[in-house]
């Protein structure tokens, strides 16, 4: 990483194995769109507004089902808000960098470019050409994303339903997961989440999903309390 | 026709999501911010994630007369097993997707 050149090359190279399992996500996300009869450019124009797979995915089921749009916004503002914790952990990064480049880079963040980041760099002494590092890492996954989207919505469903290829976006969030459940408070959480959001899987307008995430974060609330009164101490 | 009703609603949804992810990078560094969000923000991943995933693994396309769909919440175990181990993204989804195939092809059900 010595010039902002070679920077930029690493970024996309440490990226690789994330842009590559977003390539079946993006298809599948796009297709999925087009099966459930939303109009294509929608479908393209959510992909570059949002940029956020698990919420797009979530949207297009709601707006299948003529769900009213408070309720996709919401439904949007649920599965998006763990961005807002990816959000404070980049923020020590980018310190220095321009207000104006902020916002872009925020625009950028994915699951995959926090895990990268946070797990290569440490936030106390930031590497320089982090900022070219961090526009290879995040503007290839932007445009593969944004193809694959393309080919998913107007290629359509041709890809045989038997291959199963949308069981690749389960696979995606379990690799994205399993890092962050840093100790049994998190374990909680996430198993709460799960039961709550099969119980509640029949229920309209995806309403097990807000479920599900409330009681997750709730239980693990709780159980990072219950720890830290056992213990004597903050967990 | 153009759809107004949909345009406004993912608008609205990119805002959001945008000011989800620049709240914090935006924020100045001294900036005041409640213990109690810090707080919840920890478990959202942990949260958020595992909601997404568990019906799509358990159920969706359970075969008629079933509940449970056995192969992906076996495959979908296989994966985490190995994601655990390896922490490797790719390895999880080619693992993952291997073992729903051969369930498929070679299994009882």
Redesign the interface.
């Known amino acids: 990483m010595k010039t902002t050149r070679s920077a930029f090359i690493a970024g996309f190279r440490d990226q690789a194995?994330?842009i590559?399992?977003n390539v079946?996500f993006a298809l599948i996300t796009g297709a999925a769109a087009s099966a459930a009869g939303?109009?294509p450019w929608?479908a393209l124009?959510?992909s570059i507004?949002?940029?956020?797979g698990?919420?797009q995915l979530?949207?297009i089921s709601l707006?299948a089902e003529h769900a009213p749009?408070a309720i996709?916004?919401l439904t949007?503002?649920?599965?998006?808000?763990?961005?807002?914790?990816?959000?404070?952990a980049?923020?020590p990064y980018?310190?220095h960098t321009p207000?104006a480049r902020?916002?872009l880079?925020?625009?950028l963040?994915t699951?995959?470019t926090f895990a990268l980041i946070t797990t290569k760099f440490n936030k106390q002494k930031p590497p320089r050409h982090l900022d070219a590092y961090y526009f290879g890492a995040t503007g290839t996954m932007w445009l593969v994303w944004q193809a694959g989207m393309a080919i998913g919505i107007f290629a359509g469903a041709q890809v045989p339903a038997?291959?199963?290829l949308?069981?690749?976006?389960?696979?995606?969030?379990?690799?994205?997961?399993?890092?962050?459940?840093h100790t049994r408070?998190?374990?909680a959480?996430?198993?709460?989440?799960?039961?709550?959001?099969?119980f509640c899987?029949s229920l309209p307008l995806r309403l097990?999903?807000i479920?599900?995430?409330?009681?997750?974060?709730i239980?693990?609330?709780c159980f990072?309390r219950l720890a830290a009164a056992k213990t004597g101490s903050r967990a | 026709m153009i759809d107004w009703n949909g345009w406004f609603t993912i608008i609205c949804a990119g805002v959001v999501t945008l000011g989800l992810r620049a709240s914090f990078i935006v924020l100045p560094a001294d900036a005041k911010v409640p213990g109690w969000l810090l707080e919840s923000l920890k478990y959202v991943a942990a949260a958020v994630l595992p909601a997404l995933i568990a019906p799509d693994v358990l159920f969706r396309d359970a075969p008629p007369g079933e509940w449970l769909n056995v192969y992906r919440t076996t495959a979908a175990v296989v994966a985490a097993l190995f994601a655990l181990k390896t922490r490797s993204i790719f390895g999880t989804l080619a693992i993952g997707m291997a073992t729903l195939w051969l369930l498929k092809w070679w299994g009882p059900l």
């Open positions: 194995p994330g590559l399992g079946p939303v109009d929608l124009g959510m507004i949002m940029f956020a698990a919420a979530a949207a707006m749009g996709v916004v949007v503002l649920i599965v998006n808000l763990r961005m807002m914790m990816y959000s404070a980049m923020a980018f310190r207000v902020k916002w880079f925020s625009y963040l699951d995959h038997k291959w199963s949308d069981f690749a976006i389960p696979l995606v969030f379990l690799s994205l997961v399993l890092p962050a459940m408070s998190h374990w959480a996430a198993i709460a989440a799960a039961t709550a959001a099969a899987a097990g999903l479920a599900g995430a409330v009681t997750g974060v239980v693990g609330m990072e």
